[in-house]
Protein backbone atom coordinates (compact mmCIF):
# COMPACT_ATOMS: atom_id res chain seq x y z
CA UNK A 1 0.00 0.00 0.00
CA UNK A 2 1.15 3.45 -1.26
CA UNK A 3 1.71 5.92 1.62
CA UNK A 4 0.12 8.76 0.27
CA UNK A 5 -2.42 7.69 -2.87
CA UNK A 6 -3.91 9.68 -4.96
CA UNK A 7 -5.87 9.14 -8.10
CA UNK A 8 -3.69 9.96 -11.43
CA UNK A 9 -6.69 11.26 -13.36
CA UNK A 10 -6.80 13.47 -15.61
CA UNK A 11 -9.84 15.08 -13.92
CA UNK A 12 -11.93 16.73 -16.63
CA UNK A 13 -14.41 19.91 -15.35
CA UNK A 14 -16.04 22.26 -17.06
CA UNK A 15 -15.11 26.21 -16.62
CA UNK A 16 -16.92 27.21 -13.21
CA UNK A 17 -17.46 24.30 -11.48
CA UNK A 18 -16.34 22.83 -8.71
CA UNK A 19 -13.21 20.32 -8.70
CA UNK A 20 -12.76 17.61 -6.08
CA UNK A 21 -9.36 16.51 -5.50
CA UNK A 22 -8.73 13.35 -3.05
CA UNK A 23 -6.20 11.89 -0.93
CA UNK A 24 -5.68 9.10 1.03
CA UNK A 25 -2.73 8.18 3.61
CA UNK A 26 -1.68 4.64 5.36
CA UNK A 27 0.14 6.54 8.54
CA UNK A 28 -2.35 6.95 10.78
CA UNK A 29 -0.35 9.49 13.56
CA UNK A 30 0.09 11.83 10.87
CA UNK A 31 -0.12 15.37 11.99
CA UNK A 32 0.07 18.06 8.43
CA UNK A 33 -1.31 18.05 4.91
CA UNK A 34 -0.60 19.98 2.50
CA UNK A 35 -1.72 20.95 -0.82
CA UNK A 36 0.29 21.67 -3.80
CA UNK A 37 -0.11 22.89 -7.27
CA UNK A 38 2.52 22.00 -10.00
CA UNK A 39 2.38 23.55 -13.44
CA UNK A 40 3.98 21.17 -16.20
CA UNK A 41 7.74 21.84 -15.94
CA UNK A 42 7.68 23.82 -12.92
CA UNK A 43 7.97 23.42 -9.38
CA UNK A 44 5.64 22.36 -6.85
CA UNK A 45 3.77 25.96 -5.33
CA UNK A 46 2.49 25.53 -1.57
CA UNK A 47 -1.93 25.80 -2.23
CA UNK A 48 -2.97 24.78 1.40
CA UNK A 49 -2.45 23.16 4.55
CA UNK A 50 -4.25 22.02 7.22
CA UNK A 51 -3.65 20.58 10.79
CA UNK A 52 -6.76 20.15 12.18
CA UNK A 53 -10.29 18.18 11.34
CA UNK A 54 -12.82 19.91 9.07
CA UNK A 55 -12.76 22.12 6.65
CA UNK A 56 -10.11 25.18 6.13
CA UNK A 57 -10.98 27.70 3.57
CA UNK A 58 -8.93 30.37 1.68
CA UNK A 59 -10.46 31.80 -1.30
CA UNK A 60 -11.73 29.28 -4.13
CA UNK A 61 -10.06 27.00 -1.82
CA UNK A 62 -11.23 24.41 0.69
CA UNK A 63 -9.41 21.72 1.92
CA UNK A 64 -11.34 19.03 4.16
CA UNK A 65 -9.29 16.74 6.47
CA UNK A 66 -10.69 13.38 7.80
CA UNK A 67 -8.16 11.95 10.43
CA UNK A 68 -10.46 9.34 11.27
CA UNK A 69 -10.61 8.16 7.54
CA UNK A 70 -7.42 8.97 7.50
CA UNK A 71 -8.62 11.16 4.33
CA UNK A 72 -7.90 14.76 3.08
CA UNK A 73 -9.45 16.46 0.00
CA UNK A 74 -9.18 19.86 -1.98
CA UNK A 75 -12.17 21.77 -3.42
CA UNK A 76 -11.87 23.91 -5.82
CA UNK A 77 -14.40 26.21 -6.54
CA UNK A 78 -15.56 28.41 -9.94
CA UNK A 79 -12.59 26.48 -11.51
CA UNK A 80 -11.00 28.41 -13.69
CA UNK A 81 -8.80 26.78 -16.98
CA UNK A 82 -5.66 28.87 -14.77
CA UNK A 83 -6.59 25.90 -12.36
CA UNK A 84 -5.10 23.07 -15.41
CA UNK A 85 -2.55 21.49 -13.10
CA UNK A 86 -1.74 18.61 -11.58
CA UNK A 87 -2.41 18.74 -7.40
CA UNK A 88 -0.28 16.79 -5.37
CA UNK A 89 -1.06 15.59 -1.38
CA UNK A 90 1.46 16.15 1.13
CA UNK A 91 1.73 14.31 4.13
CA UNK A 92 4.05 14.89 7.78
CA UNK A 93 4.95 13.32 10.53
CA UNK A 94 5.13 12.80 13.28
CA UNK A 95 6.72 9.08 11.91
CA UNK A 96 8.56 11.07 9.03
CA UNK A 97 9.98 14.00 10.90
CA UNK A 98 10.48 17.11 8.79
CA UNK A 99 10.02 15.21 5.58
CA UNK A 100 7.00 15.28 3.39
CA UNK A 101 5.61 11.94 1.49
CA UNK A 102 4.02 13.21 -1.75
CA UNK A 103 1.36 11.89 -3.57
CA UNK A 104 1.81 10.87 -7.44
CA UNK A 105 -0.46 14.05 -7.89
CA UNK A 106 -4.08 14.54 -10.16
CA UNK A 107 -4.43 16.05 -13.04
CA UNK A 108 -6.59 18.28 -13.12
CA UNK A 109 -8.16 19.54 -16.54
CA UNK A 110 -10.62 22.72 -16.66
CA UNK A 111 -12.35 22.83 -20.10
CA UNK A 112 -13.91 25.85 -21.53
CA UNK B 1 5.05 32.50 0.97
CA UNK B 2 8.64 32.85 1.67
CA UNK B 3 11.20 32.91 -1.96
CA UNK B 4 13.29 29.93 -2.72
CA UNK B 5 15.82 30.49 -5.82
CA UNK B 6 17.55 27.97 -7.77
CA UNK B 7 20.87 28.51 -10.13
CA UNK B 8 20.51 27.16 -12.45
CA UNK B 9 17.64 26.72 -14.25
CA UNK B 10 19.07 24.75 -16.58
CA UNK B 11 22.17 22.77 -17.40
CA UNK B 12 23.56 20.39 -20.34
CA UNK B 13 26.75 18.38 -19.47
CA UNK B 14 28.61 15.79 -20.72
CA UNK B 15 28.68 12.66 -18.51
CA UNK B 16 31.83 12.43 -16.56
CA UNK B 17 31.52 16.03 -15.40
CA UNK B 18 30.21 17.48 -12.22
CA UNK B 19 27.11 19.84 -11.91
CA UNK B 20 26.69 22.13 -9.08
CA UNK B 21 23.21 23.82 -8.16
CA UNK B 22 22.42 25.93 -5.62
CA UNK B 23 19.56 26.62 -3.74
CA UNK B 24 18.86 29.84 -1.91
CA UNK B 25 16.45 31.52 0.58
CA UNK B 26 16.13 35.18 -0.23
CA UNK B 27 13.58 36.18 2.44
CA UNK B 28 14.26 33.81 5.01
CA UNK B 29 16.04 31.74 6.80
CA UNK B 30 15.90 28.58 6.00
CA UNK B 31 17.09 25.88 9.36
CA UNK B 32 16.68 22.52 6.79
CA UNK B 33 16.59 22.40 2.93
CA UNK B 34 15.16 19.35 1.06
CA UNK B 35 16.43 17.89 -2.10
CA UNK B 36 14.01 16.26 -4.92
CA UNK B 37 14.32 14.68 -7.90
CA UNK B 38 11.33 14.30 -10.27
CA UNK B 39 11.38 12.50 -13.38
CA UNK B 40 8.85 12.81 -16.27
CA UNK B 41 5.51 12.03 -15.35
CA UNK B 42 6.52 10.60 -11.79
CA UNK B 43 6.13 12.80 -8.34
CA UNK B 44 8.96 13.38 -6.10
CA UNK B 45 11.37 11.94 -4.85
CA UNK B 46 13.17 13.19 -1.92
CA UNK B 47 16.74 12.34 -1.96
CA UNK B 48 18.17 14.08 1.24
CA UNK B 49 17.44 16.42 4.33
CA UNK B 50 20.30 19.35 4.83
CA UNK B 51 20.57 20.69 7.92
CA UNK B 52 23.07 24.26 8.23
CA UNK B 53 26.31 22.94 9.62
CA UNK B 54 25.74 19.14 9.42
CA UNK B 55 25.89 16.55 7.56
CA UNK B 56 23.13 15.61 4.83
CA UNK B 57 20.45 12.33 5.71
CA UNK B 58 19.78 10.57 2.37
CA UNK B 59 17.19 8.66 1.42
CA UNK B 60 17.46 5.05 1.04
CA UNK B 61 18.63 4.31 -2.35
CA UNK B 62 20.22 8.09 -3.00
CA UNK B 63 24.12 7.69 -2.93
CA UNK B 64 25.74 9.82 -0.85
CA UNK B 65 29.43 10.04 -2.89
CA UNK B 66 27.88 11.00 -5.76
CA UNK B 67 25.26 13.27 -4.67
CA UNK B 68 27.37 16.01 -2.32
CA UNK B 69 25.01 18.26 -0.48
CA UNK B 70 26.55 21.22 1.28
CA UNK B 71 24.86 23.13 3.82
CA UNK B 72 27.22 26.36 4.64
CA UNK B 73 24.63 29.01 5.43
CA UNK B 74 20.72 29.43 6.79
CA UNK B 75 20.32 30.85 3.18
CA UNK B 76 22.17 28.12 1.26
CA UNK B 77 22.49 25.05 0.12
CA UNK B 78 24.01 23.48 -2.46
CA UNK B 79 24.08 20.15 -4.31
CA UNK B 80 26.64 18.70 -6.49
CA UNK B 81 25.72 15.93 -9.14
CA UNK B 82 29.65 14.10 -9.18
CA UNK B 83 30.19 12.19 -12.80
CA UNK B 84 27.16 12.71 -14.05
CA UNK B 85 25.47 10.11 -16.52
CA UNK B 86 23.14 10.53 -18.67
CA UNK B 87 20.44 8.47 -16.24
CA UNK B 88 21.14 11.24 -13.97
CA UNK B 89 19.21 13.90 -16.01
CA UNK B 90 16.11 14.47 -14.21
CA UNK B 91 14.34 18.04 -12.72
CA UNK B 92 16.06 18.80 -9.41
CA UNK B 93 13.85 20.54 -6.80
CA UNK B 94 14.85 21.65 -3.61
CA UNK B 95 12.74 23.49 -0.89
CA UNK B 96 12.87 24.95 2.42
CA UNK B 97 11.72 25.04 5.85
CA UNK B 98 10.66 28.54 7.46
CA UNK B 99 10.92 26.60 10.77
CA UNK B 100 10.86 23.29 12.43
CA UNK B 101 8.18 21.22 13.78
CA UNK B 102 5.32 19.20 12.13
CA UNK B 103 3.58 22.70 11.22
CA UNK B 104 6.22 23.87 9.16
CA UNK B 105 5.36 24.66 5.60
CA UNK B 106 7.82 24.25 2.54
CA UNK B 107 8.19 26.09 -0.44
CA UNK B 108 10.20 24.81 -3.24
CA UNK B 109 12.51 26.46 -5.88
CA UNK B 110 12.16 26.60 -9.26
CA UNK B 111 13.73 23.86 -9.92
CA UNK B 112 17.16 22.99 -12.18
CA UNK B 113 16.63 20.98 -15.58
CA UNK B 114 19.95 18.63 -16.05
CA UNK B 115 20.23 16.92 -19.30
CA UNK B 116 23.34 14.71 -19.24
CA UNK B 117 24.54 13.99 -22.97
Known amino acids: QKEVEQNSGPLSVPEGAIASLNCTYS??????FFWYRQYSGKSPELIMS????GDKEDGRFTAQLNKASQYVSLLIRDSQPSDSATYLC????????????FGTGTQLKVEL | GAVVSQHPSRVICKSGTSVKIECRSL??????MFWYRQFPKQSLMLMAT?????????EQGVEKDKFLINHASLTLSTLTVTSAHPEDSSFYIC?????????????FGPGTRLTVL
Open chain 2, 95 to 107: SAALAGGARSEQF
Open chain 1, 27 to 32: DRVSQS
Open chain 1, 50 to 53: IYSN
Open chain 1, 90 to 101: AVKGPGGGNKLT
Open chain 2, 27 to 32: DFQATT
Open chain 2, 50 to 58: SNEGSKATY
